[in-house]
């Protein structure tokens, strides 16, 4: 266990484990589920035509370089249906080079405050190994939603699938930690900087927006909020329906101010027909 990230040998590699890599010179980590046999379920853009054993980042490298995305070590690495973003790979094609990481569960809050980064543990605890592996593998073949870098990314994908905790379409940001942590730096240093004066010079500055930063990130954890729902794979693709169709909606509302916008009754029917069971977590 480090300040920055919990690092794993592939030895240790279990069903169910949540994984991540260091990408783009530690700027940012990409997430996803081990399933076992060396391959890992995750979450990136909707697939591209020659790509589609690689994520977004790889596939737009070697479409630049020209050279060939084909996994070298499985054949069958890469399959992903069309229009969805979770995707099959090998460990080799999911850490491209990278070191292994482990997500963790279950942390006291002294320990998820004492990390420097985001997106590295929970105070949430995980489900069963066999839940996690079948969330994630029904997420493979029946898609996650469309990818958004704040709402609804990679570690989101991994967080539903270690828990099944889902935020309601208002939420905002997602249930990642990174997300939190790339709004919570510039809110802490905005909503500090009233502090300047009473914080003794630069060395309590810092202090202050330290202290901003670490509380913002912890209010923000699936662990701790309460307006997390639990909801059952096979009812999730019916919840993100439900939740895309009102956002379609309020856009609709927004570019067309004063005029009665038609609710979308499909939506509406599917989620009473498929009556989910949403479990306030307590």
Not at 81 to 107: A, K, N, Q
Not at 176 to 191: E, K, M, N, T
Request: aromatic share 8%.
């Amino acid at each position: 266990m480090g300040l920055l990230s919990h690092r794993v040998e592939r030895l240790e590699l279990k069903p169910g484990d949540h994984i991540y890599t260091w990408r783009a010179a530690y700027s940012y980590s990409h997430h996803g589920i081990y399933v076992g046999g060396s391959k890992v379920v995750h979450f990136t853009t909707k697939k591209e035509a020659g790509t589609a054993g690689l994520d977004s980042a790889v596939a737009i490298s070697s479409l630049i370089s020209g050279s060939s995305p084909e996994c070298p070590t499985f054949p069958d690495c890469g399959f992903q249906l069309p229009e969805s973003g979770v995707i099959l790979t090998c460990l080799d094609c999911f850490l491209r080079d990278g070191s292994l990481h482990g997500f963790e569960y279950g942390v006291p809050p002294t320990v998820f405050l004492a990390k420097l980064r985001g997106g590295t543990c929970t105070t949430a605890a995980s489900d069963p190994p066999d839940a996690v592996v079948h969330r994630a593998m029904y997420l493979l073949q029946n898609g996650f939603g469309s990818y958004d870098v704040f709402e609804n990314n990679c570690e989101d994908f991994a967080l539903y699938c270690k828990t099944g905790l889902i935020l309601p379409s208002e939420a905002g940001i997602g249930r990642s930690g990174q997300a939190a942590s790339a709004v919570g730096v510039p809110l802490a240093a905005l909503f500090s900087t009233p502090f300047r004066l009473m914080s003794g010079g630069p060395l309590g500055m810092f202090a202050v927006t330290a202290g901003m930063y670490c509380a913002g990130r912890y209010i923000t954890d699936i662990g701790v909020r309460k307006d997390v729902v639990k909801i059952e794979v096979e009812k999730l693709s019916a919840h993100l329906g439900w939740r895309r169709a009102k956002a379609e909606e309020e856009s609709m509302k927004k570019q067309q101010p004063g005029k009665v916008v038609v609710t979308r009754l499909l939506p509406l029917k599917r989620k009473r027909g498929c009556d989910l069971q949403l479990q306030p977590v307590k």
